[in-house]
């Protein structure tokens, strides 16, 4: 199985925030073909509006680029479970440790901000700095200033969604000058409203 190191902020694995999409690419091609089954997404019709994403399905990751820098700005792993992935020493994710719960991560990663409940995603999101894990617990569990260690029956919520990425906000996120150099690459793209670019 895959094994993949977590660096909030940083990267997930090879794949480091900031890389540009050939880069990756080179990653993904290493030896004789694709590591991994991957679909490529993007919008012709609307091309700078919407991420470009290689969809890594085999893991459940997805790598997302800012279609204006075609840089790395998010390390999305959609389908935990699927892939391994450890946090220092320590391995907090993969197929047989199951998948991991909030006081679990809580515990590994520290104290933080409580979360907030996210509409869009039918959601609660807990944020570190670079770093965020979307659990499925219902919006009538969470309280104001409170991180719902646990649910109305009584057990612990489970992680759905991890996302490595710059700063500490996701409705806010700008890579940083240092991951933003301007090189010559191939425009392309897709997900969601970028606006101007993140660079």
């Known amino acids: 199985r895959t094994e993949m190191e977590v660096i909030p902020g940083r990267s997930v694995g090879p794949f ?3 890389s540009t999409i050939q880069t990756v690419f ?14 490529f ?22 790598l997302r680029f800012d279609p204006m820098t075609q840089r790395l700005w998010m390390v999305d792993v959609y389908d935990v479970g699927k892939v391994t992935l450890r946090y220092g020493d320590r391995v907090f994710a993969d197929n047989g440790a199951g998948v991991p719960t909030l006081p679990l991560l809580y ?9 907030h409940y996210d509409t869009d995603l039918d959601s609660y999101i807990l944020t570190y700095r670079g770093l965020s894990f979307a659990f499925m617990i219902p919006h009538h569990a969470v309280k104001a200033e409170e991180i719902p260690m646990s649910l109305p029956d009584g057990s612990k919520p489970l992680v759905s969604r991890i996302q490595v990425h710059t700063g500490s906000d ?5 890579l940083p000058p240092a991951l933003c150099r301007k090189d010559n690459h191939t425009q392309i793209v897709l997900y969601k409203n970028v606006g101007t670019g993140r660079c």
Not at 170 to 174: C, D, G, K, M
């Open 107 to 115: 515990g590994l990663f520290g104290p933080t901000f409580p979360g």
């Open 26 to 39: 080179r990653i993904l091609v290493e030896g004789t073909g694709l590591k991994y089954e991957t679909d």
């Open 170 to 174: 996701l409705r806010q996120i700008a």
């Open 16 to 18: 480091a925030l900031g």
């Open 41 to 62: 997404l993007y919008d012709e019709e609307r091309p700078f509006h919407f991420d470009m994403i290689f969809d890594l399905k085999e893991i459940g990751v997805q």
